[in-house]
């Protein structure tokens, strides 16, 4: 059965600090990893990776994949209030649209 | 472009009954995939829909079920409700095995 573990499951840090979210993954005919954001309801995408050590980044968020260690880590740098947020990882595997998300790590930025 | 669009955003059910949800893809996408999110399991999948043909399904009893339409849009029915049934249900829609957008959901009470 395909699994992903995300890492911590919560962490609390105040503005300005750096974070690291981490994802790892068993999974059987991998294609595709990719990061959501879910604040209230719909997660935003915020990236697809399908090569290893090909850094992807959009603004203070950036993240990258091992394929050999099988896992990812999603980087926040200077780290707003409004990155408060559940942060979820998914793989995607096969032919197929499917996607194996793991449980989420809730984010909590304090002023 | 208009996003995922999910209707109704919310419904409270009783025991027994039936349901039916509906989703709106991104104009262009094929894909249409479902999934369940509680506190407890995180998201699960339930089915794929790509031209109107079930792709792929998750671990889900027979009550649950669903169809594509030849636009593209598809609906979920959710038969003989359970208490445990009360979620969050998502629906993403992708081109085909690309990143996946999802809709804002249908919050799902059973009583």
């Known amino acids: 059965e395909d699994k992903v573990v995300q890492s911590p499951l919560s962490l609390v840090v105040h503005e300005g600090d750096t974070v690291t979210l981490n994802c790892s993954y068993e999974?059987?005919?991998?294609?595709?990893l990719l990061w959501y954001k879910q604040e209230k309801k719909a997660p935003t995408f915020l990236f697809m990776l399908t090569s290893s050590g090909i850094e992807k980044k959009s603004g203070r968020l950036s993240s990258i994949l091992d394929k050999k260690e099988l896992f990812s880590i999603l980087n926040i740098t200077a780290t707003q209030t409004g990155d408060s947020a559940v942060y979820l990882c998914?793989?995607?595997?096969?032919?197929?649209?499917?996607?194996?998300f793991g449980k989420g790590i809730t984010l909590s930025v304090r002023p | 472009k208009a996003g995922v669009t999910q209707t109704p955003r919310y419904l409270i059910k009783t025991r027994g009954q039936q349901v039916t949800l509906s989703c709106s893809p991104i104009?262009?996408?094929?894909?249409v995939s479902w999934y369940q999110q509680t506190p407890g399991q995180g998201l699960q999948f339930l089915f794929e829909?790509?031209?109107?043909?079930?792709?792929n399904k998750g671990n889900f009893p027979g009550r649950f079920s669903g169809r594509q339409f030849s636009n593209s849009r598809s609906e979920m029915n959710v038969s003989t409700l359970e208490l445990g049934d009360s979620a969050l249900y998502l629906c993403?829609?992708?081109?085909?095995?690309?990143?996946?957008?999802f809709g804002q959901g249908t919050r799902l009470t059973v009583v």
């Open positions: 829909y790509f031209s109107e043909t079930q792709r």
């Open positions: 993403a829609s992708s081109t085909d095995r690309t990143e996946a957008f």
């Open positions: 998914a793989v995607a595997t096969g032919a197929n649209s499917k996607l194996t």
């Open positions: 999974v059987t005919n991998f294609r595709s």
């Open positions: 104009s262009g996408h094929r894909s």
